[in-house]
């Protein structure tokens, strides 16, 4: 599963967006970089019931934003994704390449 279609089924389960699940993240601190990935993966599922598959996926853009390794991008294996950028604002509103 790439990180786009992670970030696509933590919409569909939540009902909310990454952007949105980001910035809740930032008014809990979890932005810091003191904050392990742990402490964010315990909030994911107790508050979303996320795994942990989906909920990494939610660490990396909270800690480190949206952008990804070029490794991800073009390859055509189940962790391939189109762009070395994540689209936050929702499935609804993604652009097709």
Same mark, same amino acid.
């Given at each position: 599963?790439?990180?786009?279609? /992670?970030?696509?089924?933590? *919409?569909?389960?939540? $009902?909310?967006? %990454?952007?949105?699940?980001?910035?809740?993240? *930032?008014?809990?601190?979890?932005?810091?970089?003191?904050?392990?990935?742990?402490?964010?993966?315990?909030?994911?599922?107790?508050? /979303?019931? @996320?795994?942990?598959?989906?909920?990494?996926? @939610?660490?990396?853009?909270?800690?480190?934003? %949206?952008?990804?390794?070029?490794?991800?991008?073009?390859?055509? $294996?189940?962790?391939?994704?189109?762009?070395?950028? @994540?689209?936050?604002?929702?499935?609804?509103?993604? %652009?097709?390449?």
């Amino acid at each position: 599963m790439s990180f786009q279609a /992670y970030l696509d089924a933590i *919409e569909d389960k939540t $009902g909310l967006t %990454p952007r949105q699940l980001v910035e809740i993240a *930032e008014t809990k601190g979890f932005n810091d970089p003191s904050v392990k990935a742990g402490v964010i993966l315990e909030w994911l599922k107790a508050d /979303y019931d @996320l795994g942990r598959g989906h909920g990494m996926a @939610l660490v990396h853009v909270i800690k480190k934003g %949206p952008k990804i390794d070029n490794k991800h991008v073009g390859s055509d $294996g189940t962790h391939g994704d189109d762009s070395d950028t @994540l689209w936050l604002d929702g499935k609804a509103s993604k %652009p097709t390449p």
